[in-house]
């Protein structure tokens, strides 16, 4: 496992890191098929960090073609221990403005057609996903945004839908009813491998519209939404460099002075017996739950 702790994955509007000293290219083949991207592996004040752009350079893929499943693990099979998602979202609350940015704690899943779990063909599995996002990273990452001065709104719920399209109006006033904080298209699926592979995850949200449920506004469109992004891109590279600047070389286990659970996600929930576990599915996702099964390591037993 190489020395890169620290990845990010950018969204609409942010398909490059600036200011990320390149090192090399990297293109990661994983069980899942291709990545959307090579990574780029480079440092980012000081510590090496590996950058991914969710729908692919030129901005290739839709939200349900996003290869979730081989993102996350070849990330994690770079040595990722947080991973920083930036995303654009709709607003669904009209004190959270085009400009604004949100830091959810929570989702909602309205997708239908994605894969979103590693587990499965003979390995059972069922991590805790009630607080999906990791606290302490999101902590960290609505402190950048507001030392980048981003009016930032802490907690909140993201709702995921499966798009592409936009919603109907009928739609997002339902949502907006069940109070939800935001709306998009792709983070939702990642918090859920990301907890699978016991990676932190927390979201760095960017509005850029208000859906189409405020009467006094435009509905949503992509020309709208495009001249927003390319605001918010400064912004949201900077917010990641505090970001990845705060953050210690390596995260601290759970019950220890800034510590948290998310890596040890998956110590309780591997319900298959190991003696009954196919030796495929393990080689399969040996990156994320090799130490359950390896000699020695923790939960190695049959349970």
Not at 83 to 105: E, F, N, Q, R, T
Not at 119 to 130: E, I, N, Q, T, Y
Not at 135 to 164: F, S, W
Not at 197 to 221: K, N, R
Request: hydrophobic residues 45%.
């Amino acid at each position: 496992m190489s020395d890169i702790r620290i990845g990010v994955v950018g969204g609409s509007g942010l398909y490059e890191m600036a200011a990320v000293e390149v090192e090399e290219e990297r293109r990661v083949e994983t069980p899942f098929g291709h990545p959307s991207d090579a990574f780029v592996v480079g440092r980012l004040e000081g510590r090496r960090v590996a950058f991914l752009p969710r729908h692919g350079r030129g901005h290739r893929l839709l939200p349900t073609e996003i290869p979730f499943r081989a993102n996350l693990w070849a990330f994690k099979s770079l040595g990722v221990e947080r991973l920083i998602s930036v995303s654009a979202v709709g607003s669904m609350k009209l004190a959270y403005a085009p400009g604004h940015v949100v830091v959810p704690d929570q989702f909602v899943d309205r997708t239908r057609h994605r894969p979103d779990t590693f587990f499965g063909d003979g390995l059972a599995a069922h991590v805790s996903l009630a607080d999906p996002v990791c606290p302490l990273l999101a902590g960290v990452l609505a402190d950048a945004a507001e030392a980048a001065g981003g009016t930032v709104h802490r907690n909140g719920t993201y709702l995921c839908m499966e798009g592409p399209q936009f919603s109907t109006r009928a739609e997002s006033n339902v949502y907006r009813g069940w109070g939800v904080d935001v709306i998009g298209m792709t983070n939702l699926q990642e918090a859920k491998l990301a907890r699978e592979a016991e990676i932190c995850y927390a979201t760095l949200a960017m509005v850029t519209d208000y859906d189409c449920w405020h009467e006094s506004e435009e509905a949503v469109s992509v020309e709208a939404v495009m001249a927003v992004l390319r605001a918010n891109a400064e912004l949201g590279q900077e917010v990641v460099r505090r970001a990845v600047a705060a953050l210690g070389e390596g995260r601290a286990a759970a019950g220890s002075p800034g510590g948290c659970g998310c890596g040890e996600a998956l110590a309780f929930a591997l319900l298959t017996d190991r003696s009954a576990v196919p030796a495929e599915a393990v080689e399969r996702l040996r990156p994320i739950l090799g130490r359950y099964f390896d000699a020695g390591g923790v939960g190695s037993e049959a349970g």
